[in-house]
């Protein structure tokens, strides 16, 4: 019956064809769904504490002066007030089991399976005074992937008073080892010969297998 109808009706041959691409569809996304819960079967959620350590020291008398900056006698301060200060960004993840309320000292070491400080954030600005460094007054970093996981940044300049800069934080969009974000499988990109024969260039695992 479904054959003749469909032999005698237009309109109901579009429906049939409309009901199989929205069950490939589904299955399609059911397929996804088990693929990224099969990498992350759970979500763990973590807290990630921030410290800010600022140290400064007085500049020994005879110091070789910073070109970037201005001499004692230039910027109208007395020598003995000339100061080098060092500003510390570091952080890390708190263990599963330690009270997130609990002030303290750094927390010590994680689990070596943990990200650091350099792998949950790609970039960093820190916004000087630019009325007390007039050349210097953006510090940026950016993570490059040949360098070495740290625990925190750090910035060393001369100042002869206090301030107040801006720091701001980019996380990265995913970590290594990787964390569940959402039900996004990961895509590929398919060989040519592939990507011809099912029409798509770039595919998960799953959504590749069904087209097949």
């Given at each position: 019956?479904?054959?003749?109808?469909?032999?005698?009706?237009?309109?109901f041959?579009?429906?049939?064809a409309?009901d199989?691409?929205?069950a490939?569809?589904a299955?399609r996304?059911q397929l996804?769904?088990?693929?990224?819960?099969?990498?992350?079967?759970?979500?763990?959620?973590?807290?990630f504490?921030?410290?800010l350590?600022?140290?400064?020291t007085p500049?020994?008398?005879?110091?070789?002066p910073d070109?970037?900056q201005?001499?004692p006698?230039?910027?109208?301060?007395?020598?003995?007030t000339h100061?080098?200060w060092?500003?510390?960004?570091?952080?890390?993840?708190?263990?599963?089991?330690?009270d997130p309320?609990?002030?303290?000292?750094v927390v010590?070491d994680g689990p070596?399976?943990?990200?650091?400080?350099?792998?949950?954030?790609?970039?960093?600005?820190?916004?000087?005074?630019?009325?007390k460094?007039p050349?210097?007054?953006?510090?940026?970093?950016?993570r490059?992937?040949?360098?070495?996981?740290a625990d925190?940044l750090?910035?060393?300049?001369?100042g002869?008073?206090?301030?107040?800069?801006?720091?701001v934080?980019f996380?990265?969009?995913?970590?290594t080892p990787?964390?569940?974000?959402?039900?996004?499988?990961?895509?590929?990109r398919?060989?040519?010969a592939?990507?011809?024969?099912?029409g798509?260039?770039?595919?998960?695992?799953?959504?590749?297998?069904?087209?097949?």
């Amino acid at each position: 019956a479904e054959r003749l109808l469909e032999d005698a009706s237009p309109a109901f041959s579009r429906l049939l064809a409309l009901d199989r691409s929205a069950a490939l569809a589904a299955q399609r996304k059911q397929l996804d769904l088990a693929d990224s819960l099969r990498r992350n079967p759970h979500v763990v959620h973590r807290i990630f504490r921030l410290y800010l350590v600022n140290t400064s020291t007085p500049i020994p008398p005879g110091a070789a002066p910073d070109a970037s900056q201005p001499s004692p006698a230039d910027s109208g301060e007395p020598e003995e007030t000339h100061r080098e200060w060092t500003l510390r960004i570091q952080g890390r993840l708190l263990p599963p089991d330690m009270d997130p309320s609990s002030a303290g000292a750094v927390v010590e070491d994680g689990p070596s399976s943990d990200p650091r400080f350099t792998q949950l954030f790609q970039k960093c600005f820190m916004e000087l005074d630019a009325s007390k460094y007039p050349n210097e007054s953006l510090v940026e970093w950016n993570r490059h992937p040949a360098d070495p996981h740290a625990d925190g940044l750090s910035i060393t300049r001369r100042g002869p008073s206090d301030f107040s800069l801006r720091i701001v934080l980019f996380p990265t969009v995913s970590t290594t080892p990787p964390a569940a974000s959402g039900f996004a499988a990961a895509k590929y990109r398919l060989s040519s010969a592939l990507a011809k024969l099912i029409g798509v260039k770039t595919e998960s695992r799953a959504g590749t297998l069904l087209a097949l």
